[in-house]
């Protein structure tokens, strides 16, 4: 069982994530959000007509809202509420060196390395999008189609986006990006130590939505990191999210 983390300083009275189901970012800060017992309700965007966030001049998700208060890009988000959080804690200290370092490594190298493997083979594409297309907010045409149409239309853009991180061999990248995180905690239970921090969260953040998924399942066969996931699931515990 863990402990309440959730801080006095902190009790919004609304909290609401408008999100993509299996988007990276949005389940980077959903893991913070759970991590810290932070209530928030969720907004599930149509990706075709995102007439969700049409009051937004901010076209992307996650978006969140906190009392009225307006937060974008999954990074800050998560700076401004750990700020939240521990306002005894310095701005500049938010991360140390090696935490900024691997966040900075989940956003610019990690989750090019997952789009190319949850959408490798034709069979993997359609399992991803009856993932995506079960979880997320879809009429029920629109699910039918979104399902072949996303998955073939993702299968050639996968391929496309290989290219432009220069990633040749897709599950060796991904298994790479495992064992090296795995020596990155250098025996520790967490980056953080024997608490995740805030790398720990936004890397088990953006692996979370594809743990199920055949490449997430090859990813914990066939590397390390399957026992630091296990700690993580435990520590973040059952999501925050209200009805
Ligand atoms: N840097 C942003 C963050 O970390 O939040 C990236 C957010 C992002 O690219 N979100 C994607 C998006 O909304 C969904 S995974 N794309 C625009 C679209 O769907 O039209």
Not at 61 to 84: A, H, R
Not at 161 to 179: Q, V, W
Not at 225 to 238: A, N
């Amino acid at each position: 069982a863990k402990e309440p983390r959730q801080s006095k300083e902190f009790m919004p009275n609304e909290v609401v994530l408008y999100q993509y189901e299996a988007c990276p970012f949005c389940n980077k800060v959903k893991a913070f959000l759970d991590y810290y017992d932070v209530p928030y309700k969720v907004v599930e965007v149509n990706p075709i007509n995102k007439k969700e966030i049409k009051w937004s001049d901010y076209k992307k998700v996650p978006i969140l809202m906190v009392d009225g208060e307006k937060m974008v890009d999954s990074s800050d988000i998560v700076d401004k509420l750990f700020q939240k959080i521990h306002p005894e804690i310095p701005v500049d200290s938010v991360s140390n060196d090696e935490g900024r370092k691997w966040r900075g490594w989940v956003d610019n190298h990690l989750v090019h390395v997952l789009s190319p493997n949850i959408y490798r083979t034709t069979s993997e594409a359609i399992e991803s999008f009856d993932y995506i297309t079960s979880h997320g907010n879809f009429s029920f045409t629109e699910r039918i189609i979104a399902k072949y149409a996303g998955a073939a239309a993702m299968y050639f853009v996968s391929k496309k986006l290989k290219k432009k991180h220069n990633i040749t061999d897709e599950r060796g990248a991904l298994y790479e990006a495992a064992e090296t995180w795995v020596d990155a905690l250098k025996g520790r239970e967490f980056l953080g130590g024997s608490k995740p921090d805030l790398a720990d969260l936004a890397v088990f953040g953006v692996l979370r939505p594809i743990r199920h998924l055949k490449s997430g399942r090859d990813m914990v066969e066939n590397t390390r990191i399957g026992e630091w996931y296990t700690r993580m699931e435990s520590t973040v515990g059952v999501s925050s999210r209200v009805m």
